[in-house]
Structures are given as structure tokens and as C-alpha cells.
């Protein structure tokens, strides 16, 4: 399994995007689209119980899946990567 602990560049800034910061992410996407978890995890072809636990973080996820979940969710891979808008992360600091 490959693990998405990713360090991400943006204009000489480095971002650290976790897999709870991922999983967030999936789940604020999934109930913006107004899905159930029952139906994405019936479009993965898996259990509502393992989608419950990718959204709570608790399951590595694969690119292979990472991917797929991006296609149900009908967005891109980018922007499940990204739990916050990077230029928000910078005005912080």
C-alpha cells in the first residue's frame, strides 16, 4: 500500500497534507454532493462499514482507490489533496 503523506510546493512553501486531512476532505466533498456514504461505498464496490473507516482516517489509503474515490466524487485528485486553499495556509503564517 502506498501511504498519501504527501509534502506538496507551492511558490517555495512546503504544505504537509495528512491522511486525517485527506480523509476530512473526502467526507466534506461527499456531503457537499449531498451522498450518502452507502452509495459511494456501493461505487467502490465496497462495504459502508471500510468507506466509514477511509473517512475517520482509519485505512491507508492506495493511489489505486484514492483514485477512485476522486471519480465518484466526480472531482479532481488535486483537490481532495487540499483541505484547506494553500493561499489561506500562507495568510496564516
Known sequence: MIC???????????FMVSE????????TIRESKNYSQYY????????????????????KLTVDR???IARVLDVSPT?????QDPFCILASQ
Open 40 to 59: 459511494v461505498a456501493y461505487k467502490l464496490n465496497i462495504s459502508q462499514n471500510t468507506f466509514s473507516k477511509i473517512e475517520l482516517g482509519h485505512v
Open 4 to 14: 498519501f503523506f504527501r509534502f506538496l510546493y507551492k511558490d517555495q512553501q512546503k
Open 66 to 68: 484514492f483514485l477512485q
Open 79 to 83: 483537490e481532495l489533496l487540499f483541505y
Open 20 to 27: 486525517k486531512d485527506v480523509a476530512l476532505r473526502i467526507r
